[in-house]
C-alpha cells in the first residue's frame, strides 16, 4: 500500500500508460489504493506473482510486472508489464522482463512463457525480442469480457511471442 502515491503519481493516471490495459487512467488515489488492495489480497494463492518496478536510485515505484495465465498441466505463463512513460526506453522493462523470465524457469520449472501486444504498441514486441521471446502468430483477438474497460480499444490485431525452456536454456 506504500507505493499508492507513486504508482499515482508515476503510471496509472497517464492515458498513455492505459492505452493498451482493461482500466482507464485513475481519476483519484482511491481508485490507486483500490487496485492495490486487490493485487495484496491476490497474495494469498500460491501461485500469483505481482511486482512492482522500482527505480534503484530513488526506491520510488515506476512501474509492474507479472504472470497470469498460469497453466500448471502444460508448465506454461504469460508475462505482462506496464511502466511509468517518464521511464520509456530506458531497458527498465526489459531489465525486468528477464528477470522475471529467469525466474520462471529456474525457480518455478516452467516450459513455456508467452505474452502478446497490441499492433499499435509495437515497442512491447521490441522488449519481447530482447528477453529472447520469438515471434509466433499475429492475430486477431477479441476480448471476450466486453464489460471489461477498454475491451473494444484492445480487441483487434496482436502479435504473439513465446519463448521455451529449451530456447531459454541454449540462448544463453
Known amino acids: 500500500m506504500t507505493d499508492a502515491d507513486d504508482m499515482y503519481s508515476n503510471w496509472v493516471t497517464d492515458p498513455e500508460v492505459s492505452r493498451f490495459w482493461t482500466w482507464d487512467p ?3 488515489i482511491k481508485d490507486t489504493k483500490e487496485i492495490l488492495t486487490e493485487w495484496i489480497g491476490e497474495y494469498i494463492k500460491p501461485d500469483y506473482y505481482h ?3 522500482v527505480l534503484k536510485e530513488t526506491m520510488q515505484a515506476i512501474g509492474f510486472i507479472y504472470f497470469a495465465d498460469i497453466n500448471n498441466k502444460e508448465c506454461s505463463l504469460s508475462v505482462h508489464y ?10 527498465i522493462i526489459t531489465e525486468a522482463c528477464k528477470r522475471v523470465i529467469d525466474f520462471a524457469f529456474n525457480d518455478l520449472g516452467v516450459k513455456k512463457i508467452h505474452s ?8 512491447s514486441g521490441r522488449i519481447m525480442q530482447k528477453c529472447g521471446m520469438r515471434h509466433v502468430d499475429t492475430a486477431y483477438m477479441e476480448l471476450a469480457q466486453k464489460h471489461l474497460i ?13 519463448i521455451t525452456s529449451f530456447d531459454y536454456k541454449h540462448k544463453i
Not at 506496464?82 to 531497458?91: E, V
Not at 477498454?150 to 513465446?162: D, P
Open 150 to 162: 477498454g475491451a473494444e480499444r484492445l480487441s483487434g490485431e496482436r502479435h504473439v511471442y513465446e
Open 82 to 91: 506496464g511502466l511509468s512513460r517518464k521511464y520509456w526506453n530506458q531497458g
Open 26 to 28: 485513475h481519476e483519484n
Open 51 to 53: 511486482w512492482i518496478i
Open 116 to 123: 502478446n501486444h497490441h499492433v499499435e504498441n509495437p515497442a
